[in-house]
């Protein structure tokens, strides 16, 4: 119970103890930030405003850097080293080493056994913990939300902010709970879980919200599941997205590199269990789904709120009855080229993507892997494997892992954000269709002309074999 | 940042919901390391045929009816998507001042504001006749006053826009958060001193 007597949620929690100055009439909060991320993408021009203006990157020690977005996935040569392509995309890789070097910010370069994106590397190294605030120039910052912590991206200018001062200028948000009670069935997992939560509030549901994922199907997800359901609250609307830290969380964080020891790490597990929201807190939104009820989800539109049950029929315009919602609609339709009343259940697929801040973990890999295994990529499809991070690479291999993606007629590539922005030369051509595992189908995200199915790895998996659109749960039903 | 207090122009309107910020900018063109030249990759997919270059005519900023409109009214939650501050330095460069819509991502909005780009919100009614009045009359104009938070519409109607106090001030004064935030140094000292650093990336 909160030391006042009123009951405080999760986020109220974080907040309160991160404000440099309260909002007032005249200014929104300051707030205090625990560790900024940085990237080659979003970082140069802060660096460039920092450095016009002379000044310092006020904590280093707080920041970290890694190269993720614009890094090839390409195999290592015969030198060992990764040839990026593109002049511009080198350019940019140079100047994010330059900047980090001469503000002395610890940096993941390419090639790095540490490198990879950037909302993988953080938890992966201990370095995400519960209670703290993030942020990161990027909108998948509020992945780090599964640990409890309050993490949410930010532009260019308020990287500038952060680097300089080390707070933000913050309104503070609404709260709203997402409540998912029951237990999810076999073939379900996080990702439909969190498509099912965006496909019910819309792509603008959570705006001005911070959400907080409940219930027995959260408390029951691993860490990586958690880190892919609050992933995607950006693709919600809501900024932020948390889970509170319970015995899953400090398991996982216990004896990672950056992770407290000894003394420090009881002190941190007292205060860490504080976090969670307290009974009859209030929040300014409820929402529940039923864990029992969800099957896997897929995507049929041009944003994630474009979801539906993998065996329902996309909805036809005609039904719609907002005049900008049926225009969307028949806007999405025509790109992807589908009818309204279409079963997306067997429709034949070029490309299947598993990687992405929202999939590319341990256990993503390891789902993928096992539904894989004496398997075959069907003809048809090319199905590119990406991890996380080097550090996910490195496991995945030692499990051996890769020799059954491989053996499938998969692509096995080095780590990045690759196809899920599609800015490293790893591309859908125009019309192909793609299954992919990340978090984006808004119109040529993952390559001009591109159409994107969101789906998890197990679906991901399901339909490389087959060679369309595929339910995993009649393949796994076969297997068992 | 320059001083924002008034901005009149004429109106576009790209009545699509949740354009987000894929469509403003598509990532291809985040290669860049400054913020200049990006004007043209706004809406670079959709203003162009698949060679990239050849203009689709049929794309609203490619009607010569519409060269010059300053003010995109768009549709609902305009914005969402990536935090790329690069979607408002496109819109600014492709010569925009301001847009409206009924509502914007939490991120773009911040950003947007920022750089001196005005996004304004206002009522579905408002928003479709500003709609219908871009497609009748392409030398629509409307103008907007910062300081009475007021956008007025060719018949004379002024219709008020919710605006953060603070953003406000910023944008009447030209004054940028970073120098806000530096004068606070103290306070920031203050604060690490009484809490404890939570990691510490160079260990």
Not at chain 2, 27 to 42: I, M, N, P, S
Request: aromatic residues 6%; charged residues 20%; negative net charge.
């Amino acid at each position: 119970m909160s030391q006042n007597g009123r009951p405080r949620t999760l986020f109220e929690k974080v907040w309160n103890t991160h404000i440099v100055r309260e909002q007032s009439a005249d200014a929104p909060a300051v707030l205090y930030i625990d560790l900024h991320l940085v990237h080659e993408v979003t970082s140069p021009q802060a660096f460039s405003m920092i450095r016009d203006r002379g000044l310092k990157v006020r904590r280093p020690d707080q920041t970290i850097g890694t190269m993720d977005h614009s890094t090839p996935t390409t195999p290592r040569n015969e030198l060992g080293i990764i040839p990026v392509a593109d002049a511009m995309a080198a350019k940019q890789l140079d100047t994010f080493t330059k900047n980090c070097d001469d503000f002395g910010i610890p940096m993941y370069a390419l090639g790095d056994e540490h490198q990879g994106i950037v909302h993988v590397i953080g938890p992966e190294q201990g370095l995400t913990q519960p209670g703290m605030t993030i942020v990161c120039g990027d909108s998948h910052t509020s992945t780090h939300g599964a640990f409890g912590a309050l993490a949410f991206g930010i532009g260019t200018s308020e990287v500038g902010h952060v680097l300089a001062t080390q707070t933000l200028l913050q309104n503070r948000p609404h709260t709203m709970a997402v409540n998912v009670e029951g237990k999810l069935g076999e073939g379900v997992t996080a990702k439909d879980i969190i498509l099912a939560v965006i496909a019910r509030i819309g792509i603008g549901g959570g705006t001005g919200h911070v959400f907080e994922y409940r219930g027995e199907a959260i408390r029951s997800l691993s860490m990586e599941g958690r880190m892919t359901v609050c992933n995607m609250s950006i693709e919600g609307g809501a900024r932020a997205g948390m889970v509170a830290p319970d015995d899953t969380t400090f398991e996982y964080i216990q004896g990672r590199q950056h992770a407290p020891q000894g003394a420090d790490w009881d002190a941190a597990l007292a205060r860490w269990r504080q976090l969670p929201t307290d009974d009859g807190a209030a929040f300014d939104q409820e929402i529940s789904l039923r864990a029992d009820e969800l099957i896997p989800m897929i995507t049929y539109g041009t944003n994630p709120g474009m979801g539906m049950p993998i065996d329902a029929a996309v909805p036809a315009p005609e039904d719609e009855r907002d005049i900008n919602r049926k225009i969307a609609l028949e806007k999405a339709l025509a790109y992807m080229d589908l009818a309204p009343g279409q079963q997306l259940l067997g429709k034949a697929i070029d490309v299947v993507f598993i990687g992405s801040c929202t999939n590319s973990r341990i256990t993503d890999l390891r789902q993928a892997a096992q539904f894989m295994q004496g398997r075959k990529v069907a003809d048809s499809v090319r199905m590119m494997v990406v991890p996380g991070s080097q550090q996910v690479k490195r496991q995945a291999e030692n499990e051996g892992l890769h020799e059954i993606f491989r053996a499938a007629g998969a692509e096995w590539r080095e780590a990045g954000c690759s196809m899920c922005i599609a800015m490293n030369g790893d591309q859908l051509q125009p019309g192909q269709y793609a299954v992919s595992t990340s978090n984006r189908n808004f119109e040529g995200r993952q390559g001009k002309g591109g159409r994107t199915f969101l789906a998890s790895p197990l679906t991901a998996a399901a339909s490389a074999v087959a060679g369309s659109v595929t339910d995993p749960r009649a393949m796994l039903a076969g297997l068992n | 940042m320059e001083k924002v207090k008034r901005i009149s122009g004429s109106i576009v309107s790209m009545p699509v919901n949740d354009i987000d910020t894929d469509q403003i900018i598509p990532a291809r063109f985040l290669k860049v390391t400054d913020k200049q030249g990006l004007g043209k990759a706004a809406f670079c997919d959709w203003r162009y045929l698949e060679d990239g270059e050849t203009p689709n005519p049929e794309f609203v900023l490619n009607r010569p009816e519409y060269r010059g409109a300053s003010v995109l009214i768009a549709g609902n939650n305009f914005g969402c998507g990536s935090s790329r501050e690069h979607a408002p330095w496109a819109l600014l460069g492709a010569g925009f001042k301001a847009v409206i819509s009924t509502d914007f991502a939490d991120i773009f909005r911040n950003n947007a504001l920022k750089n001196g780009l005005l996004p304004i919100i206002v009522d579905a009614d408002t928003q479709q006749q500003l709609f219908s009045l871009a497609e009748e009359d392409p030398s629509t104009s409307v103008s907007v006053d910062v300081d009475a938070q007021t956008l007025t519409l060719p018949d004379g109607r002024a219709v008020s826009f919710p605006l953060d106090g603070f953003a406000k001030y910023c944008l009447l004064n030209g004054v940028d958060q970073l120098g806000y935030l530096l004068a606070l140094d103290d306070e920031v000292s203050a604060y690490e001193s009484g809490h404890p650093q939570r990691v510490m990336t160079t260990a």
